[in-house]
C-alpha cells in the first residue's frame, strides 16, 4: 500500500473510501513484478480457501471465515486509517507504547475471531484453546513479545506494507507452523515444505497484528528511524527478529516432546 493518498498530498479532491483502497491493494499486489508472483501466490490459497469455505468440512470452514475476517479487518483499518489516526494521536502515551497497545489488541481481535468461529460451529481444534481466557493466556505473552520486537524493527528499517504483510506470514509460520507443530508432536520431515507453501494463509491471519499499528503509527516510527543508530544487518534478516520471541514457545516444545 506503499505510495497510497496521493491525492492528499498534492492538495487534490480525495478518491472515494472503496476506490482509493481498491487502488492501494492494486498496487500493494500488483506494484512490481516480485509482487505479482506473490499476489498469484495468494490467489491460489484465497481459492482454495473459497472452496473449503463451500465444500469443506467444518474446521476448514471456520479457518476459511476466519482468515477471511482477519483480512478484512485490515483492509478496513487501512480504508478508514485517517480517522484512526487522529483518534490515536489524542492518547497521552508514548509511540512505542501505542504501537504495542494497537498490535497486541489486533492480536486479541484475531484469536477472537477464530475462537468465535469454532464456538459458532460447535468444533474445537481451530482456536488455542476452547476456553478464551486460557486462550489469550497461552497466545498473548508471543504476540506482545512479537509487535514489541516488531517497533525494534521498524525503527531501524523502513518496510513496506508489501513486505510487511510476508513478515506476518512467516512470523505465523514460525509460531503455528513449527513451534505449534512440536507441541502437537506433528512435526515431520515434509512439515516445513508443507507449511512454507501456506504463507500467504498465514499472511492473511497475522495481517491484522502488524499492519494497522504499522499504518497508524508510520509517521512516528519515521521519527525513530530517523533517531536511531545505523545497523550494518541486512534488512531482510533483521526483519526476523521478532521470531526470537517464540523462544520461551520452542524450549516448551522442546520439552513436550522429549518427555
Not at 74 to 86: E, P, Q
Not at 181 to 196: A, C, N, Y
Not at 217 to 225: H, Q
Amino acid at each position: 500500500m506503499e505510495g497510497a493518498g496521493t491525492t492528499e498530498r498534492t492538495g487534490g479532491p480525495s478518491p472515494p473510501r472503496l476506490s482509493a483502497t481498491l487502488l492501494d491493494l492494486r498496487r500493494l499486489l500488483f506494484g512490481s513484478r516480485l509482487r505479482i508472483v506473490f499476489a498469484l501466490w495468494l490467489f491460489f490459497i484465497i481459492i482454495l480457501e473459497i472452496r473449503n469455505l463451500l465444500y469443506g468440512n467444518t474446521h476448514d470452514r471456520v479457518v476459511a471465515l476466519s482468515l477471511f475476517t482477519c483480512a478484512s479487518c485490515t483492509v478496513a483499518v487501512w480504508a478508514y486509517r485517517d480517522l484512526v489516526i487522529v483518534r490515536v494521536k489524542k492518547w497521552t502515551a508514548s509511540p512505542r507504547t501505542k504501537f504495542i497497545l494497537i498490535g497486541s489488541l489486533g492480536a486479541a481481535w484475531v484469536e477472537y475471531v477464530f475462537w468465535q468461529f469454532e464456538r459458532i460451529f460447535g468444533i474445537t481444534g481451530v482456536a488455542a484453546n476452547p476456553n478464551l481466557a486460557i486462550d489469550l493466556l497461552a497466545t498473548m505473552p508471543w504476540y506482545i513479545m512479537m509487535v514489541a520486537l516488531l517497533w525494534r524493527v521498524q525503527s531501524r528499517y523502513r518496510y513496506g506494507f508489501a513486505e510487511l504483510f510476508v513478515l506476518g506470514g512467516i512470523y505465523e509460520l514460525g509460531a503455528d507452523g513449527i513451534v505449534g507443530s512440536l507441541m502437537g508432536k506433528t512435526f515431520t520431515i515434509w512439515t516445513l515444505p508443507v507449511i512454507m507453501v501456506l504463507i500467504p494463509m498465514f499472511s492473511m491471519a497475522y495481517s491484522f497484528m502488524v499492519i494497522p499499528c504499522s499504518v497508524i503509527m508510520k509517521d512516528d516510527l519515521e521519527v525513530a528511524r530517523q533517531a536511531s543508530a545505523p545497523t550494518k544487518v541486512n534488512r531482510y534478516l533483521y526483519g526476523l527478529i521478532p521470531l526470537f520471541g517464540l523462544l520461551p514457545y520452542l524450549v516448551l516444545a522442546i520439552v513436550i516432546m522429549v518427555a
